[in-house]
């Protein structure tokens, strides 16, 4: 019994370090849209980013969006061009459940609007075309973001809770935000939850 009793704590223990490992790997091999840090309210940061080209598409659910975009950037393109998924993917929507490998970002409404990054290497006149007449490339202008960074998994009770902490902080500071608040998320739904990275956002005056 007790040696059975081991081998699962090994077995579980190695599974988690796999798990670890996979988190770090997939951190390490997508690429993020860069920011620089400009200020800090308490915990939040002040990011500036800078302008970038992104595909979206509005759909009644998250899978239907992701998997839009998904194609998109596997060769359903007007070049046929495979194009490496970037960090952050950007979500505007109801509920939490992110199943991918790249940060998203979600706010509150009746629908999913679905937005992925392309790499710098694009620009508005070299990003292929969508097929899909959903989607469209669409060009984020240079923005500053306050964002607040928590872990474990993204329920939509947590991430309410953070919104409301983000928005409490800004306006004790007198920071004017611009837009409604969203969630970036970061990895996929196999990271162990203490080290995944999620963040809540929300667009503020410069």
């Known amino acids: 019994m007790i040696r059975k009793r081991t081998l699962g704590l090994l077995t579980l223990g190695v599974i988690g370090a796999t798990l670890v490992v996979s988190t770090l790997y997939q ?22 980013y800078p302008k970038t080209i992104a595909v979206e598409t509005t759909a009644d659910s998250q899978r239907v969006a992701f998997q839009r975009l998904f194609q998109y950037i596997t060769g359903g393109n007007s070049g046929s061009t495979e194009i490496a998924m970037t960090a952050p993917v950007e979500l505007t929507g109801r509920g939490a459940t992110i199943s991918m490998t790249a940060p ?14 392309l790499p710098p290497e694009f620009d508005s006149e070299s990003a292929p075309q969508p097929i899909d007449d959903a989607v469209e490339l669409t060009v984020i202008p240079e923005r500053t973001l306050a964002v607040r960074r928590f872990t474990w998994r993204p329920t939509e009770a947590r991430i309410k809770r953070e919104r409301e902490a ?12 611009v837009d409604e608040p969203f969630f970036m998320g970061y990895d996929a739904p196999w990271t162990v939850p203490m080290l995944r990275r999620n963040e809540v956002a929300v667009e503020v005056e410069s």
């Open 27 to 48: 951190r390490a091999a997508t690429q993020t849209v860069p920011y620089t840090v400009v200020a800090r309210v308490d915990d939040v940061e002040l990011r500036r």
């Open 104 to 117: 998203v970002e979600l706010t509150s409404g009746e629908e999913q609007r679905m937005r992925f990054y």
């Open 166 to 177: 983000l928005e409490k902080t800004l306006a004790d500071a007198n920071v004017r935000t």
